[in-house]
């Protein structure tokens, strides 16, 4: 059976790590925290992984808490969601060394919860405790227009994710739900509610292909959805000849609180959830297609930040070492973990 092995522990923020983001190609980790900066770590030296430094701090740009970090596709930029209600754009000066806020995008009411950039670099998607979700279009000369705001959600919005290859957006509520957006001429609309939890959504991701969705939720589940395009092969129904996504498999019993983070390996499909009782579980498809699927636990680890909460975890997004696993506590602490294969 395959095990979580400790790789590094990153110490350096002064208060809980809210998220932790690989850097789309590179070795960096971007984390953000609630002593309003975002760090930068990598390796000490391209040989020895087991010593992580700091080797960026962005601050300054945030009155409150950041809550959620994103890099740009390029990974030549940043944004940073923050409770001030505000996101802040970064852009990395090569003659500098140096990351620079270029441009601030305002207009929720209230604590911003999580920023997404799509694959395209094209849009930047928010969400905020104010139940609204915007979406931003980049424009030249680090300018953003809000091209779309969308309210269909019932509470608090707690987070965002794009597909990885398509302008499809995903959302995760406290109202239990899950809603997908599309875009129809420039008219972004709610093609999908996805149903089934009985408690906030906390966290979702999509798999590498971006035909299932992994959800988090409250009530200590995670759902996977896949998703049935018109005229599909198991009759699943798809008013308004559009696609929809239907629960295909729910786990449930392997973690005893709320899970707060779910990650979906672009490199390994394999799924990895964290949660306030503490452990990380990492789960492997077993067999099923269609409209069932079966997924099995294939490693754990209890108390990986103590005991505090774990607030996210994130599989690095490249086959250089697609077998690494970051996360992020209420302790301040950011750890990197690889799964190993036991002899």
Sequence with gaps: MPRLELVATLEGHHDRVWQAAWHPSKSILAT???????????????????????????????????RSVAWSPSGNELATASFDA???????????NEWECVATLEGHENEIKSVTWSSSGQLVATCSRDKSVWIWEVEADNDFECLSVLQEHGQDVKMVAWHPHEEILASASYDDTVKIWRDEEDDWFC???????????????????????????????????????????????????????????TLSG?????????????????IASAS????????????????????EPIASIKDAHGVHDINSVSWFPTKTHGDWLASAGDDGIVRIWRLVQED
């Design 276 to 295: 306030g009782d503490n452990s990380i579980r990492v789960f492997e498809q077993t067999g099923g297609s269609g409209i069932e699927a079966t997924w």
């Design 254 to 270: 392997y973690h005893d609180r709320c899970i707060y983070s779910v990650s979906w390996s672009k490199v390994n499909n394999r």
């Design 191 to 249: 093609a999908d509610t996805l149903q089934g939890h009985t408690s906030t959504v906390w966290a979702l991701d999509f798999n590498a292909s971006g035909d299932h969705i992994v959800s988090a939720s409250d009530d200590q589940t995670l759902r996977i959805w896949k998703m049935f395009a018109p005229n599909n092969a198991e009759g699943v129904a798809t008013p308004r000849n559009e696609p929809v996504y239907k629960t295909v498999c």
């Design 32 to 66: 953000c925290s609630g002593d309003r900066t975002v760090r930068l770590w990598g390796p000490q030296s391209p040989s020895d992984f087991s010593q992580w430094v700091c080797i960026h701090t962005l601050d300054g740009a945030h009155k409150r808490t950041i």
């Design 86 to 96: 505000t996101t802040g754009i970064w852009e990395y000066d090569a003659r500098d």
